[in-house]
C-alpha cells in the first residue's frame, strides 16, 4: 500500500489534471458546438434541430391520439356488440358490422347543352333633342286630334293652330290621308303676308317680336330684317310662333229651335221650315247610345269641341234623349255629315252628327228612347262614333253634367 501512495504523490502535476477532465461529456458536446461555429453553420444547425425537435413532437402526439383514442374506439364497437348478442352467447364474438359507403361518380356537366347564351346588347344612349322645325304627320284611321297631340307631346289645340288653312278650327275636319303639320311646341303656324309687320304679328298672338325672331326654326336673321313695321320677310313664309295664342272661329251648328228652324239654311241642305207643333221634353235626360265611353273627344271648349264623341260600331242604335221635335235632318256641309238636331220646347236643343242612317225628318215628333238613327262616320270623321251637343237657351252645356 505504500508503494502504490508513492508513485501516485511522484506523478506530475499537469498530468494528475488531465486525468481529472477528459472524460466530462459536457465539455465534449461544448467543443462540437464551438467547432460547428467556428465553421460558420451555427445557424443552420440551430435550425435543423428546431425542425427535428418540431417533427419529433408531432410524431409523439399522433402516438398517443392512436394508442388511446383508437383502443377506445375499439372497445366500445366490442362492447356493443356484445350486448346486442343473444343470449347463451354472451362470449361470442360479433362480427362488427362495416358500413360501405355509396360509390361516388362525377356527375357530368350539362351546362354547355341546357345553358342559356346570352349576347351583350351594346348601344349608346342618345339624349333627346330639341326640334325647332315644324314636320309632317299622316292622319291614321281612327285618329283624333287628342290622340295625335298626345303622340307628339302637344295640347290638341296646337295641332288645330298648327292647322289653320287645312282645318280651319274644326277638330272634325280630319281625315285618314291628310297631312297634318305638327308644331315643335305649342304654339301658333303663321302664314305671312304682305305688309305684315312683326310688332303687329306678335301682339295679335300674345307674345314678343323677340320670340319670333329668335325661334331657330324660323331662320331669321336680325342683321337682315331691316324695319320691323315692313321686315325683309317674303310674301307665304310660315313662321312659327312660339306659346302664341288665337280665338278659334266658330264651327258649330246654330241654335236651331222650331221657332226659327230655318237659320239652319247656311248650315246644309238639311234645314227645315216652319213648325209650329210638336212634342214637348220634360227635361229629364236619357243617354243617347248605350255605348258610354269616348273615342278620344270629350268636352273641351278650348279645343273648339263643345260635345262628346261617344265611341261605337257602325250602325249602332241612336236614341233620343227626350221628347221634342226634328228641327234639321239631313247633310251637313261643315263636317257633321248626316246630323238631326231635335228641339225639346223647354229651352234645350239636342245634336246627333256622323249618322250612317236617319229614321225621322223635319217636323216629326220623337220620344224620349226613340231610336231615331244609326251610328256612322259620315263627314269628316276618322271612324264610327257619335258626336253630341247639348244647348240651353243657346248656350253649350256639358252633356256629362245632366246625362245619366
Not at 505504500?2 to 461544448?30: C, F, I, M, V, Y
Not at 266658330?250 to 229651335?257: E, G, H, K, L, M
Not at 273615342?295 to 264623341?309: A, R
Not at 221635335?325 to 246627333?352: A, E, K
Amino acid at each position: 500500500m505504500n508503494s502504490q501512495s508513492t508513485s501516485d504523490e511522484t506523478l506530475p502535476a499537469d498530468l494528475q489534471t488531465e486525468n481529472l477532465d477528459s472524460p466530462q461529456p459536457k465539455n465534449s458536446w461544448r467543443q462540437a458546438w464551438e467547432k460547428i461555429v467556428r465553421l460558420g453553420l451555427g445557424e443552420i444547425a440551430l435550425r435543423t434541430g428546431t425542425a427535428v425537435v418540431s417533427l419529433a413532437l408531432i410524431l409523439v402526439v399522433i402516438w398517443v391520439m392512436a394508442t388511446f383514442f383508437l383502443k377506445g374506439d375499439a372497445s366500445n364497437n366490442l362492447a356493443g356488440a356484445a350486448v346486442l348478442a343473444a343470449p347463451g352467447t354472451v362470449n361470442a364474438q360479433a362480427p362488427t358490422p362495416t358500413a360501405q359507403p355509396p360509390a361516388f361518380v362525377i356527375p357530368q356537366s350539362t351546362a354547355h347543352v341546357n345553358g342559356i347564351t346570352r349576347l351583350a346588347q351594346l348601344h349608346t344612349l342618345l339624349p333627346s333633342r330639341p326640334r325647332y322645325d315644324v314636320i309632317t304627320y299622316t292622319v291614321l284611321e281612327g285618329d283624333t286630334i287628342f290622340g295625335i297631340a298626345e303622340k307628339f307631346g302637344l295640347k290638341p289645340q296646337s295641332i288645330l293652330l298648327g292647322n289653320r288653312d287645312l282645318l280651319g278650327d274644326n277638330p272634325h275636319y280630319i281625315q285618314p290621308g291628310m297631312v297634318l303639320n305638327i308644331l315643335p311646341s305649342d304654339g301658333i303656324y303663321y302664314r305671312w303676308n304682305a305688309g305684315d309687320g312683326l310688332n303687329g304679328v306678335s301682339s295679335y298672338y300674345k307674345v314678343t317680336p323677340e320670340v319670333i325672331i329668335n325661334w331657330p326654326g324660323n331662320h331669321l336673321d336680325p342683321a337682315t330684317l331691316g324695319d320691323w313695321s315692313n321686315p325683309n320677310i317674303a310674301d307665304g313664309t310660315m313662321l312659327f310662333v312660339p306659346g302664341g295664342q288665337a280665338e278659334f272661329i266658330t264651327w258649330s251648328a246654330p241654335v236651331i229651335t222650331r221657332d226659327n228652324p230655318g237659320v239652319a239654311r247656311l248650315f246644309g241642305p238639311g234645314y227645315c221650315g216652319v213648325i209650329t207643333t210638336g212634342a214637348v221634353g220634360d227635361g229629364v235626360f236619357v243617354s243617347p247610345t248605350v255605348l258610354n265611353y269616348l273615342s278620344g273627344y270629350d268636352y273641351t271648349p278650348d279645343t273648339n269641341h263643345f260635345g262628346l264623341d261617344f265611341a261605337g260600331q257602325m250602325g249602332t242604335p241612336i236614341y233620343a234623349i227626350d221628347d221634342g221635335v226634328v228641327v234639321y235632318s239631313g247633310w251637313n256641309d261643315h263636317g257633321y255629315g248626316y246630323v238631326m238636331v231635335i228641339d225639346h220646347g223647354n229651352g234645350w236643343q239636342s245634336l246627333y252628327a256622323h249618322l250612317s242612317e236617319i229614321y225621322f225628318g223635319c217636323g216629326q215628333s220623337v220620344f224620349s228612347g226613340d231610336t231615331i238613327a244609326a251610328m256612322g262616320s259620315t263627314g269628316r270623321s276618322t271612324g264610327p262614333h257619335l258626336h253630341f251637343e247639348l244647348r240651353y237657351n243657346g248656350n253649350f252645356v256639358n252633356p256629362w253634367n245632366v246625362l245619366p
